[in-house]
């Protein structure tokens, strides 16, 4: 750690420079480097799931192809006039034998040309006569499957247990050694009559790389296809040696991943695969990458030259930004060191500054100025907030001196024997005390139904007793904590809005119950409610109780608690909805525990 302290730079612009380049030159040319991987990466995934995709369609063409010559061999067998005339060809003049059967045989072929492939179709009885569907090699004069059905080829057919078999091979003829080597894929097959008995003999002959060759025609990058079967054995293949080795060892991971691909230690030529399960073969293809974006080597080479001839272009260039922002802040550091010995009265000289560092050297008097007029602010905050507080103790003697008096008056009424006025003294102090604490925002739901008791005797004396009051508290309820004076409110707008006008039968029910971990409270009245205009006319002065105590429940419990005002056929209900919150009860000598509820 030392060592590293004491190579690190001591000075801003050298430290600034340095940081520059381990986390932003470093990190950028490794990001670069990462990029130029993944692209890479990338684009190879996007290869070699275009030439999956067309390995795809080249299996299921092949797989159509087979198919199509099947149906043409179970056309000719299905055919009762070829059956008839491979078995008794003695019946038949053998020139419209001959063209009978060729006639056969081109009907056949042509569901197959629909593949663009030379076809070529034999057909033989059981006396070795042979009948030819004329044919032509597509771009040659020369007639393709010139090659009869031969007697090594009829005795295999003869003996082999199977009705068909496949067999590919190089076409033989006598023009061999001066046209190309064409690879034959062939269908060697018994034409068998329902009985099982064999009345003749079938050879389709296809050309399969001209095949191969119309079927890629129209991939955008020519491609090499090798074909081999389920043992590695080569059916199609180019003469590279090594290719066809490298190939052989990449036929396991095709079949039992076919999304896989393989490439070449030069990293120019890309490898895919697809087993064929019918056939038990392995179209490969092999993609030249340099086809779809050049060399891929020489890319990442250009890139990372051009990448280096930045860095050492930005490496100059930071140098010198570095040491131009450094300068005008050495400035400002020496100013700033002077702020508290001149009481934060000090001024940038805008005029030397400009960019950037002109803005800091606004900011910095703004600042100190913005500083100056806080704390002159402050300071007359300080005074007034003194100010306030000498009102307010003032403002207090008065409430206390009204609670002195009704105290007198209560003790007063009690000594002539005037109970009625005595209990309402009582009351109305209790109330007048609770509103005077005010150091305490929630107090327990039984203390605020003490209260509201004392509020509703005071107004029963004054109406003459005409209303009633009920309560309706679950018992578990009674020391939830709830905002202080929150129901008198509410009992007070059932009276002047709902009651007043009442002579008698007025009610007033109150009820507090749990609702999951929320209270619920409600004030319900039988009165007149607010469809009654009139209502306010005994009001001279307008209520503030209930904006009052919807402004005290935003600020206890933000947007958690609700109050509203519910019209009913006859009458209000005021529903205040709260969180609910449970406290131990106590005694004016302290705190004690309620073990009664365990």
Not at 40 to 57: C, G, I, P, R
Not at 276 to 300: C, H, Q
Request: some cysteine; charged content about 25%.
């Amino acid at each position: 750690m030392k060592r590293l302290h004491r190579i690190w730079p001591s000075s801003l612009k050298n430290r600034l420079f340095v940081a520059i380049l381990l986390f932003v030159l470093v990190p950028s040319t490794l990001l670069q480097i990462r990029n130029i991987t993944q692209l890479e990466t990338m684009m190879k995934d996007n290869v070699s799931q275009q030439n999956a995709e067309q390995l795809e369609y080249l299996k299921n063409s092949m797989e159509s192809l087979r198919v199509g010559v099947l149906g043409a061999m179970l056309q000719l067998e299905r055919d009762p006039e070829v059956k008839d005339r491979l078995q008794h060809p003695e019946a038949y003049d053998p020139q419209e034998l001959t063209l009978q059967l060729e006639n056969r045989l081109i009907a056949a072929k042509q569901g197959l040309m629909n593949a663009v492939i030379p076809v070529h179709l034999t057909l033989a009885d059981g006396e070795g006569h042979l009948y030819s569907s004329p044919a032509e090699e597509p771009g040659s004069s020369q007639p393709f499957g010139v090659e009869q059905l031969s007697a090594k080829d009829l005795e295999r057919l003869t003996h082999s247990a199977e009705p068909y078999y496949w067999d590919v091979h190089e076409w033989e003829s006598e023009l061999q050694g001066l046209l190309p080597s064409q690879e034959v894929f062939s269908l060697y097959a018994k034409l068998q009559a329902v009985d099982g008995e064999t009345f003749g003999y079938l050879r389709v002959s296809l050309d399969i790389k001209t095949w191969l060759n119309s079927i890629t025609n129209g991939f955008q990058v020519k491609q090499t296809y090798y074909l081999l079967d389920g043992s590695g054995q080569p059916i199609m293949l180019g003469k590279d040696d090594r290719t066809t080795d490298r190939i052989k060892g990449m036929l396991p991971a095709f079949k039992s991943r076919p999304e896989r691909y393989f490439t070449d230690e030069a990293d120019r030529f890309l490898f895919n695969g697809i087993y064929m399960p019918n056939m038990d073969w392995y179209l490969v293809d092999r993609f030249p990458l340099e086809a779809l974006s050049g060399n891929i080597t020489s890319m990442k080479q250009q890139v990372l030259l051009s990448f280096m001839a930045t860095v050492v272009v930005f490496i100059g260039v930071t140098y010198a930004i570095v040491a131009s922002i450094v300068r005008p802040l050495r400035n400002m550091q020496r100013k700033m060191s002077e702020l508290a010995d001149r009481n934060l009265n000090i001024r940038l000289p805008e005029h030397k500054y400009r960019g950037e560092t002109l803005m800091l050297a606004k900011a910095f008097n703004q600042m100190t100025g913005d500083i100056r007029r806080l704390i002159d602010r402050l300071k007359a905050e300080e005074r007034q907030k003194e100010a306030i507080r000498f009102q307010m103790l003032m403002s207090q003697m008065n409430p206390h001196f009204l609670l002195n008096t009704l105290n007198t008056i209560k003790w007063n009424a009690r000594n002539f024997g005037d109970k009625g006025t005595s209990e309402i003294c009582l009351k109305l102090g209790k109330l007048l005390e609770c509103s005077l604490n005010d150091e305490v925002d929630l107090v327990h739901l039984k203390e605020e139904i003490e209260l509201v008791q004392a509020y509703l005797y005071i107004q029963s004396f004054r109406y003459d007793h005409a209303f009633t009051t009920e309560y309706e508290i679950e018992e578990d309820l009674q020391y939830a904590l709830i905002p202080k004076l929150s129901l008198q409110p509410l009992v007070e707008n059932s009276i002047y809005h709902g009651l007043i006008h009442m002579k008698k039968g007025g009610t007033i029910a109150i009820s507090v119950r749990r609702i999951e971990d929320r209270l619920r409270v409600e004030v319900r009245d039988n009165g007149q409610g607010l469809q009654q205009p009139s209502r306010l006319a005994a009001r001279k002065r307008k209520g503030i109780g209930i904006s009052n105590l919807r402004e005290r429940l935003v600020l206890l419990y933000k947007h958690e608690a609700s109050f509203e005002l519910l019209p009913q056929e006859q009458g209000m209900v005021a529903a205040l909805d709260i969180p609910l919150l449970l406290s131990s009860p106590y005694d004016k000598e302290g705190y004690h525990e309620d073990h009664s509820a365990g």
